[in-house]
């Protein structure tokens, strides 16, 4: 900022080494002021001084423009650059990125700021921003409304849409509402500039999608609760970005419709006894309704069913029954075959002499087992005859 001091004649300027000062008398423009002392006579006018500083770079002036065209000697100062409408301008000084330049712009620079160089990248060879130059936007921090060089009035816009698609995704470019292109996996931007441009993702990779707290009426009507789990992955991401707007919706409702008529058309003893007939029908009636849209069902499996209290203890006693009864069954059914074994070995030994002491010395043996200290006299038939006499 340019130093002013009043004397009795009229001012001393001192305008710095990085400065450029324009003198005005009486509102109008009277000449430039270099870098040094100055003093400026005036005891029957107005004068003002309006400093700029050149590492600022470009001419911030409202009427910039104007004065330019209007002074040589001030255009002899600046950098005039005009943008066509279909290119954007890009600013180097020193040659580091400085900031972008919107179309149908002029540029007001100051030589004295140094080595400065503008170089124009044209929109209709495409929207894409090269990788190079978007590394360096990235680097140099200039995708920034505030950084961007244009004339004042113009509307500040985010020049460059940057979006990194994630592994095992792809985005889906939208350019003034139309789909435009698809982008596979990795860092991407694009030139927004007079466009309303946008990117969606889409999971290519499988995705699950729970169905939970569904309350059904069977065909009995007993109203239960189901819970039904699927994986779905996207095989046709255009076709879906097109006529999908929310993918994991279409595919929910379709899962609910088809479990609810899986569930209303059969009884209750019917889904307790075959658990697999609701995955069965959700799969076939959904898998063919998702395909059409370009998706894959490849798994749906109905997790748990929520019984009312009330069914729950009423089978719970039937169940109770059930097992009381098989287990009478089972009871009576090996008694039976005790007895018949029982009844087989006693006609085998009322005809063999031989298989019956077999059994009895083995009944002896059981027995011996439990005595302590046993004196055998008179053979084993006497042993026989007195071991029930035995304590």
């Known amino acids: 900022m340019a130093v002013i001091e009043n004397t009795w ?28 002392r100055h003093h400026v006579h005036g005891m029957r006018c107005t004068l003002e001084v309006n400093s700029f500083d050149t590492n600022d770079l470009y001419f911030d002036d409202p009427n910039a423009l104007q004065m330019v065209r209007d002074h040589e000697e001030i255009a002899g ?8 409408k279909s290119e954007v301008g890009l600013l180097y000084h020193m040659d580091v990125l400085q900031g972008i330049v919107m179309p149908g712009g002029t540029l007001l620079v100051w030589k004295k700021a140094g080595k400065l160089e503008l170089k124009r990248v044209s929109l209709s060879e495409g929207l894409m921003v090269e990788r190079s130059l978007l590394d360096d936007i990235r680097l140099r921090n200039v995708n920034q409304p505030q950084r961007l060089l244009v004339e004042p009035g113009s509307r500040l816009q985010v020049p460059v849409l940057e979006s990194v698609v994630p592994a095992g995704h792809i985005g889906m470019l ?137 069914i729950r203890m009423i089978l719970n006693r039937v169940v109770e029954a059930q097992k009381a009864a098989e287990a009478n069954v089972i009871k009576r059914r090996e008694e039976t075959a005790a007895t018949r074994s029982l009844h087989n070995t006693a006609k085998m030994m009322e005809n063999n002499p031989i298989l ?22 008179g053979g084993i038939d006497q042993l026989m005859k007195q071991t029930v006499r035995l304590d």
Not at 201 to 211: I, Y
Not at 356 to 377: F, G, H, I
């Open 174 to 310: 939208y350019v003034d509402g139309v789909l435009q292109q698809e982008l596979k996996a990795g860092l991407y931007g694009f030139w927004q500039i007079n466009h309303e441009m946008e990117i969606k993702m889409l999971d290519l990779r499988q995705n699950t999608l729970e169905v939970s707290g569904q309350e059904i009426l069977t065909k009995d009507r007993v109203s239960i609760r189901v819970n039904l789990t699927a994986g779905f992955r996207i095989m046709d991401a255009r076709q879906v970005a097109e006529t999908l707007p929310d993918y994991e919706a279409f595919v929910y409702r379709a899962l609910q419709l088809a479990l609810r008529e899986a569930v209303g058309t059969r009884t209750l003893d019917q889904l307790l006894e075959d658990k697999l007939h609701i995955n069965t029908t959700v799969m076939d009636q959904v898998a063919a309704e998702l395909e059409t849209e370009g998706i894959r069902l490849e798994r749906a499996g109905v997790k748990d069913i929520v019984l009312p209290g009330e």
């Open 9 to 36: 004649l009229g001012k001393q300027i001192t305008v710095a080494e990085n400065e450029i000062a324009l003198l005005y008398r009486n509102k109008k423009f009277e000449k430039v002021l270099a870098a040094g």
């Open 356 to 377: 019956l002491r077999l059994k009895e010395l083995e009944a002896l043996e059981k027995v011996s087992e439990k005595v302590q200290n046993l004196n055998v006299y």
């Open 77 to 84: 100062l600046v950098h005039e650059w005009k943008i066509d």
